[in-house]
């Protein structure tokens, strides 16, 4: 479920190590799990707060729990610490935390759904925008729409063409290419 590495788990035991309680752990979660909101974090986990239906994972010198919400969305995620001269930086990557993974053999709707949430719209996210499925043709072409700062943005076409249809077509098969239906010339800030 969690892969947490060596160097993560080195940091763990020693930040564990200081607290007063005995058999603390640390709690792995998703706030706002399979939203566009989702973020992760990790906090201490005393036994009082261990719940009964927690999945408890074992390490060396510590264990880590998930809450049952929490869980399908932490699948493939990733935690590691890197050493820097003025400290470390803790880093968590969950894929998987704004769309629940989807099977292989889902229809490729939900497929086409979960690469937009758990790869290409946390990219978008970085110059705020975002993009949406509005239809799965018979032909297998992903009709998109654009929102935020990717509405009426220059580059729109390459970030459809390079980026996004070649993302989806690698991922789901079924997708022979996209559509952008969004109205670029509307709202309150476009850039043409």
Sequence with gaps: MISISDAAQE????????????????RVF???????HAECGVSYCPPDAVEENDTELEFEGFSAFIDEDSA???????????????????TLKAPNAKA???DDDAPAVDRIRYYLESEINPELANHGGQVALMEFTEKGIAVLQFGGGC???GMVDVT???GIEKTLKERV???????????HAAGENPYY
């Design 11 to 26: 940091h763990f035991r020693r930040l564990l190590a200081g607290q007063e309680e005995p058999d603390t752990g640390i």
């Design 30 to 36: 998703v706030v706002n799990p399979g939203t566009a």
């Design 72 to 90: 399908p969305y932490l699948e493939e995620a990733e935690i590691d610490y890197q050493k820097e001269q003025t400290g470390g930086q803790l």
């Design 100 to 102: 629940r993974k989807v």
């Design 151 to 153: 509405q009426g943005c």
């Design 160 to 162: 459809l063409k390079e």
């Design 173 to 183: 098969p079924e997708v022979n290419g996209v559509q952008d239906v969004t109205e």
